[in-house]
């Protein structure tokens, strides 16, 4: 391909600029500011690809299971909390909200914007945490959890659980009611591990309210915020594919 | 034509610059925090050779077990215990990240006009990772071992096995974030950080090739961590998603596991590949000839390479259909392969060929990875391989792609750019004696194993029937003389670091950018960054500024003293 005439990046002229008349926060291997946040930025997406193989292993793991055991995982979804579920993702879209307003806060050199809006994320952040806590404990109450003290209870006879009673589930046979054991296995695996990215972020957000009180992100270097809320979001549509997986679909089937 | 083409400076005036990287800072500090790509090679470098030769050893106590029919030197469970060792050590901890995390490192942001990689501390991080990857191995060594075979393969390494799955797969996982963190370098650097003038189609194949490469590890390598969890759980707390007792599918862990570690071949190869197209292209003189085809060549492999993986499974129950597709795409990765060896060929054909150490490896490594490539055909044939598969056929074919491509590719590379690394030439006799050593031994070790395989000695037993005696002994022969072949370079090359000729700026008369700095390089590797005017590969420029340089110092005999007196001092 004749492409002689392409030049790949804008390198400074001869030399590049002095030492001293650039920005603190540009690394000496790089050009330009833009450079920088442009690398970084690509960086970030290409990390979050990483992030889509990730959970893409547990996707699959779903699909090939919710095809073999279809009315396992039916009565299983009729045991989680669907109102729960519902008040988590309107708190994790409005996290998401505040993150990206802390984002514009950020570029837009607003100190004490940028400070409230990182916390108000912290704080939703922990609540959709608190929520998921009283969902765990309910599917532990009810024995749900896979392991030695999983109980069948609620699939081989269904009137006597309120969740299921309230579906309208029929009892399952034997064989197919162990499987909703895959269903809540699943269940636990994809949501602890949206759960431990959260814990991660929130780690980092706490670390993030610190700096940006001391200023570190409102003077032309938004580089951080910026990609911490690619990760934030990246985080809210895991959670958007698990609510409608895990919560909603054939929720009125079998 | 002479029969060399080393130009070397005058030896009684020539000196290692006083400033360059390796020189810059001193103490251990200044390389364990270091963020300079250069640094972290060497700091890999010297990692991933430990880890080698701790391999080699496990290789050869495998070889010296099956000298003789009967189980006699290790009880059965240690030798099971033993090649999977070797079989995790020289995977994770050498071939894939060999030849990117060392010569990647050090080249490609060089060959690229760029003064660093994108992302020098998570550069460093990788290399702890790594590191971290390591001592967990070792660990698991000391601790008693593990005995799944490096396929981690459910059920039984999550129910049958009372060995350190747990901490095997911890190694795995952490060393398998190095490899993501090191692709993910590579493409933002080779995206972002190109010399003004450096378009795509003017880029090295070394870097084509790593670029390709870095892409299988940022898709590939989340998959098997994810499958890696899932074993380590279903251990721990029996979730029971690979539990056919709960429901679960073993057959899913293999397809999650080769979705990885069959791109994994490809994360090995092709960084490989690159080099073999930069040596045969220095030491024939010529461009590589089909330069774009070469280029998505490695593109396509790697694109290939993600639709192949079901062929290590077709003796593991998935349905027929599955595997005539899947054996139908793996024929279609012998294409790409095949374009870059013809096109290296073509090179050859009519250069101006001297045969320098790196080339010999390179030959080499074109025909045992033509073999092994050709062997993967029969491997690929679903009939076939229903005989071959589990026999020591299969253990051939990796070894000729791995070891007889592969780590013939890592040699040449190290043998090319060890003047531009240390600033001192290699001695080269002794050097093109250990090539043809190495490849005369691995001929021994290895072929031997086609035949095996065919007569039907299957792989990972420690006792055999008597009549395969004759080739095993063959075997371990080769053995011994291919590790000759792999000590030979680490004691010369450690002896040319004080011994060795002083290289000079450009002894191969290469045309990378990386030739056309001092050596060893300084840290920021260019003084100014340069502007990429011409083609890759174009002897003509190289030629045209050689001839620039001589008319300025002819007209200028004050200039010719001055350098005289510079590089003296």
Not at chain 2, 34 to 46: E, V
Not at chain 2, 135 to 152: H, K, R
Not at chain 2, 198 to 204: N, V
Not at chain 2, 530 to 543: F, G, I, K, S, T
């Amino acid at each position: 391909m004749p492409d002689s005439s392409a030049i790949a990046h804008d390198a400074p002229e001869a030399g590049g600029i002095p030492h001293g008349e650039h920005p603190p926060y540009l690394r000496h291997h790089f050009a330009s500011v833009e450079q920088q946040a442009d690398t970084a930025n690509f960086a970030m997406w290409l990390f979050l690809l990483t992030e889509v193989m990730f959970f893409g292993g547990l996707f699959t793991a779903y699909l090939i299971y919710r095809n073999w055991y279809y009315p396992a995982f039916v009565a299983g979804s009729h045991q989680l909390n669907v109102y729960w579920g519902t008040l988590n993702t309107l708190v994790l879209i409005c996290s998401s909200f505040t993150m990206a307003m802390g984002v514009w806060c950020a570029q837009t050199r607003r100190r004490s914007g940028l400070v409230l809006c990182l916390i108000l994320t912290f704080i939703l952040g922990l609540g959709f945490l608190g929520i998921k806590t009283i969902e765990y404990s309910e599917k532990i109450e009810k024995h749900h959890v896979p392991g030695f003290h999983y109980s069948l209870q609620s699939f081989l006879d269904p009137d006597s659980d309120a969740a299921a009673k309230a579906a309208g589930d029929r009892p399952l046979p034997l064989d197919m009611a162990r499987h909703t054991e895959v269903y809540f296995s699943l269940y636990f695996l994809m949501t602890g591990m949206h759960a431990l990215h959260m814990i991660i972020g929130i780690g980092i957000l706490g670390f993030m309210i610190l700096r940006a009180r001391a200023g570190a992100y409102t003077a032309g270097h938004t580089t951080f915020v910026l990609n911490f809320g690619l990760y934030w979001h990246f985080v809210d549509i895991i959670w958007i594919y698990l609510f409608a997986l895990l919560y909603l679909i054939s929720r009125h089937g079998a | 034509m002479s029969d060399t083409i080393v130009s070397l400076p005058d030896q009684s005036t020539a000196r290692i610059p006083k400033d360059n990287f390796l020189t810059r800072e001193n103490g251990l500090l200044s390389w364990l925090l270091t963020g300079d790509h250069k640094r972290i090679a060497i700091l890999y470098l010297i990692s991933i050779t430990f880890f080698f030769f701790i391999g080699g050893a496990l290789a050869g106590l495998i070889r010296l077990e099956l000298l003789t029919p009967q189980a006699d030197l290790m009880a059965t469970d240690t030798y099971n215990k033993v090649f999977t060792m070797h079989g995790v050590i020289m995977i994770f901890l050498f071939l894939v990240p060999s030849v990117p995390a060392t010569l990647g490192n050090f080249f490609i942001p060089m060959m690229i006009g760029a003064k660093d990689l994108a992302l020098p501390r998570i550069n460093l991080l990788s290399w702890y990772l790594y590191v971290i990857g390591g001592i967990l191995v070792v660990y698991t060594m000391v601790s008693g071992g593990v005995d799944t075979g490096w396929t981690f393969t459910t059920p039984l390494s999550t129910h049958y096995v009372n060995t350190n799955v747990l901490s095997t797969g911890l190694a795995v996982f952490i060393a398998g974030f190095s490899s993501i963190l090191t692709g993910l370098n590579f493409i933002v650097t080779i995206h972002k950080m190109r010399a003004p003038g450096m378009t795509w189609f003017r880029l090295p194949l070394f870097v084509w090739a790593h670029y390709a490469a870095s892409i299988l590890m940022v898709l590939g390598t989340p998959v098997l961590a994810i499958a890696i969890v899932l074993v380590a759980l279903e251990r721990t707390i029996g979730i029971g998603v690979f539990d056919p007792a709960k429901g679960g599918d073993p057959l899913l862990f293999q397809h999650l596991f080769w979705f990885y570690s069959h791109p994994a071949v490809y994360i090995m190869i092709l960084p490989g590949m690159g080099v073999i197209s930069e040596v045969i292209s220095t030491f024939s003189r010529k461009r590589i000839f089909g330069y774009t085809a070469v280029a998505f060549s490695s593109v396509a492999i790697a694109v290939f390479g993600f639709f192949v993986w079901a062929h290590h499974m077709f003796i593991m129950g998935i349905s027929n259909y599955a595997v005539l597709v899947f054996s139908l795409l793996t024929m279609l990765v012998a294409v790409p392969s095949a374009i870059k060896i013809f096109n290296w060929t073509f090179t050859l054909y009519k250069g101006s060929i001297t045969f320098e150490t790196p080339l010999l490896y390179a030959f080499g490594f074109m025909g045992l990875f033509t073999i092994g490539g050709m062997t993967g055909v029969f491997l690929g044939t679903s009939g076939t391989d229903i005989h071959l598969t589990e026999t020591y056929f299969i253990v051939a074919h990796f070894h000729f792609v791995m070891v007889g491509g592969m780590l013939m590719a890592f040699l040449a590379g190290i043998h090319f750019w060890w003047p531009k690394m240390t600033g001192r030439m290699y001695p080269e006799k002794i050097s093109q004696l250990a090539a043809v050593v190495t490849f005369i031994g691995f001929n021994f070790t290895f072929f031997p194993q086609f035949i095996l395989g065919v007569l039907g000695m299957p792989r990972r037993y420690a006792a055999y029937p008597p009549e395969f005696q004759v080739l095993n002994v063959f075997s371990t022969a080769g053995a011994t003389i291919l590790g000759v072949g792999y000590l030979l370079p680490v004691l010369y090359l450690t002896w040319s670091l004080k011994y060795g000729a002083i290289a000079g700026n450009n002894p191969w008369q290469a045309t990378g950018l990386e030739w056309q700095t001092q050596s060893p390089p300084l840290t920021e590797n260019f003084t100014e960054i340069p502007v990429m005017d011409h083609e890759a590969y174009d002897y003509e420029w190289l030629e045209r500024q050689q001839q620039a340089e001589r008319n300025r110092d002819g007209q200028n005999p004050d200039r010719q003293k001055v350098k005289e007196v510079a590089s003296a001092g």
